[in-house]
């Protein structure tokens, strides 16, 4: 029983850490740059396909059968969905906010079109299966597996945190801040505002389709169906819930978003009779929609909310109190 | 066969123009992309299927069909009564949501969100009383009329044109030449000095929500009535609302018109010799095309 729960334990925070990737990405181009993706789940689609065609064997239903190791993998689906958040990010940075918004929900649109119809490169709707899996060999073992599996997404995540809060402490994490503050006065002191925007989307981006790859390859297959809006959406409510700005937050919110969600899907197939579950599975978005206007009304900063960051070299107040105590002195 | 893709990408376009017009005046007046407003496009098409269920049923008289159309008078007494429902439930999430947050002095983009957290809670609300099964106004089936030239169109959807073009009409004289139009295009061109001489703003954010949705409830009927009734419906035409309303240049009520029949003719065109399969990537190519070429669209005055 125990080992069955350890086991249920660490699938669970494997694929909300997977999740707290995605959150780490959007919290680059929303926490800190205040650039509005609605078309995540095309980003991480994009991370998952790349990632799948590279490592898996051949087979005749789709293009790839390269083999290639799984971080090689990781790295391409990496590079891809950077690439493309790069491009969109060209098309529209320069124009209004919410033009930016737009084209990427027409992007995540596009993107699950073509996994649906080029059935060649991406095998159509049935998507692609028997992608490598890390530590296969010891599926034999499943308390093993799921424990090592949980290791190298804890790995990862530390990684991609880590690199983020050196990112956010640094010049450039600074001018981030500063343009998404005062645009104005930050084109004033010379600052190309358009090109830093630009990096911190495609490095968001490129960080969506890491977690996009590093989900498929612990699912093991691809399908259109995992990518559809409902998951750009989980992935807001998660930053917005955790606290945007704060890369803490966003892997909190990641953590407790997915645990409220997988909990009330579990009392879903509980008190709704088989026949009305998909009826009551819209229920659940409904409660996640009102969630997320009810913390955007009542409390925008999420649970955690932004650290205030000048500079590594400088000791500033970060909670509220301290905030609060240095204004009274 | 191009003959009949030009009527079908008309009709499309009629009603992708009547969602892009309500699109166009939010997001001038209200000064932000609204995602919920395809929402309004379902909500107004279930209200009126809720609606006219209820008539049919008190009277059986009602059900029978009007003429060479497929409905009954049940059908347009309804329609009266979604629009205003549709206009009742902007209002409302005006009170609840967007004006609350705009009093609060948020950013645009906080808006978006929280129209995006609307859009998903207002078609899952919409998914949990209907359920996904497609639904529709009628059984009757219509035969197609032959109108000259290879193109055949149905009474309805004969109708369906001549009701939008009457309305674009309409609501560009009511933007031109009335009082209230005139105070739209102040606000939408600068909301505190139209505030200061005078102008009351918040009655021009209700009619402009009033506007938007009774045009997105009409759009949802035809849409109804011309094909299926579904949940996602209204979702579905966001891509080829947002840019028509950006193609016709944000603000301009015949642009929206104009360039939602450009969509939807380019639609059709595609579906005739590209495949159905890519008719929703149609929109985003477009929406690309105008924002590298000439972001202000057609007849927008600011990118």
Redesign the interface.
């Known amino acids: 029983m125990s080992v069955e729960l350890i086991g249920y334990g660490a699938f669970f925070l494997t694929i909300a850490l997977t999740y707290a990737i995605m959150c780490l990405g959007l919290n680059v181009q929303w926490g800190q740059t205040g650039l509005f993706n609605v078309g995540v789940a095309g980003f991480v689609a994009i991370g998952a396909y790349v990632s799948a065609i590279l490592t898996t064997p051949d087979s005749p239903g789709h293009l790839g059968g390269f083999g290639l190791p799984i971080v090689i993998g990781w790295l391409g689906g990496t590079v891809a969905a950077a690439v493309v958040s790069f491009l969109i990010g060209a098309l529209t940075i320069r124009l209004r906010a919410d033009y930016l918004a737009i084209a990427t929900f027409g992007a995540a649109v596009v993107v699950q079109l073509c996994a649906l119809n080029l059935e060649p490169v991406t095998g159509g709707p049935f998507g692609i299966g028997f992608i490598p899996r890390p530590f296969s060999n010891l599926a034999g073992e499943p308390l093993a597996f799921s424990l090592l599996n949980l290791g190298v997404l804890v790995l990862v995540v530390a990684g991609v945190y880590l690199a983020l809060e050196r990112l956010v402490r640094s010049p450039w994490g600074r001018v981030l801040r500063a343009i998404r503050e005062d645009e104005t006065a930050a084109l004033a002191l010379g600052k190309n505002a358009v090109k830093f925007r630009l990096q911190a989307f495609a490095i968001g981006g490129g960080i969506m389709g890491l977690a996009g790859a590093v989900h498929a390859h612990f699912i093991g297959f691809v399908a259109p169906d995992n990518y559809v809006p409902i998951l750009t959406f989980q992935v807001w409510a998660m930053l917005i819930v955790g606290g945007s700005g704060n890369n803490r937050g966003a892997i909190l919110g990641a953590v407790l978003v997915w645990g409220v969600w997988t909990a009330s899907a579990a009392a879903i197939s509980v008190l709704f009779p088989p026949e009305h579950q998909a009826r009551a599975a819209a229920l659940q978005i409904v409660m996640i929609g009102v969630a997320l206007c009810a913390v955007l009304l009542l409390r925008p900063r999420g649970m955690l909310g932004e650290v205030r960051v000048v500079s590594r070299h400088v000791a500033m107040p970060t909670t509220n109190q301290e905030i609060a105590n240095a204004r009274k002195t | 066969m191009i003959a009949q893709a030009l009527m079908d990408g008309l009709i499309a376009g009629a009603m992708i123009g009547l969602g892009a017009i309500g699109i166009t005046l939010t997001y001038s007046i209200l000064r ?2 609204n ?1 919920a407003h395809g929402e309004l496009i379902s909500w107004g098409a279930y209200l009126a299927l809720a609606l006219s269920g209820g008539l049919g049923y008190l009277s059986s008289n009602l059900t029978s069909s009007i003429g060479p159309f497929s409905f009954g008078w049940s059908l347009p007494l309804a329609a009266i009564l979604a629009i205003m429902l549709t206009g009742v439930l902007a209002l409302v999430s005006d009170a609840l ?1 967007f004006g ?2 705009r009093a ?1 002095g ?1 950013s ?3 808006m ?3 129209s ?3 859009a ?2 207002l ?3 919409l ?2 009383t209907f ?2 099964k497609p639904a529709y106004y009628t059984n009757a089936l219509q035969i197609a009329m032959p109108l000259g030239g290879g193109m055949r169109a149905t009474p309805d959807q004969l109708l369906a044109l001549g009701l939008s073009a009457i309305m674009v009409v309409a609501i560009h004289l009511l933007l031109t030449r009335t009082a209230i139009g005139r105070s739209m295009r102040a606000v939408s061109e600068n909301q505190q000095l139209s505030g200061i001489v005078g102008i009351d703003v918040r009655k021009v954010i209700r009619t402009v929500w009033l506007l938007g949705a009774g045009l997105a409830c009409v759009a949802g009927i035809m849409a109804g009535l011309l094909v299926q009734i579904r949940p996602h419906m209204g ?1 579905d035409l ?2 080829p609302l ?2 028509a309303a ?1 193609l016709g240049g944000i603000g301009s009520v015949p642009g929206a018109m104009l360039a939602g029949l450009i969509v939807g003719l380019s639609e059709s065109l595609a579906v005739q010799f590209i495949g159905a ?2 008719r ?2 149609v ?2 190519v477009i ?2 095309a105008v ?2 070429i000439h ?1 202000k669209g057609l007849f927008g005055r600011v ?1």
């Open positions: 932000f992309a995602f949501l609350r947050l609060k948020g645009v983009i906080i978006v969100m929280a995006f957290g609307a998903l809670t078609r899952s609300l998914e949990f359920t996904t979702h966001l891509l947002f840019a950006i399969e890519w929703a990537a929109a985003f929406l690309v924002l590298l972001p990118a």
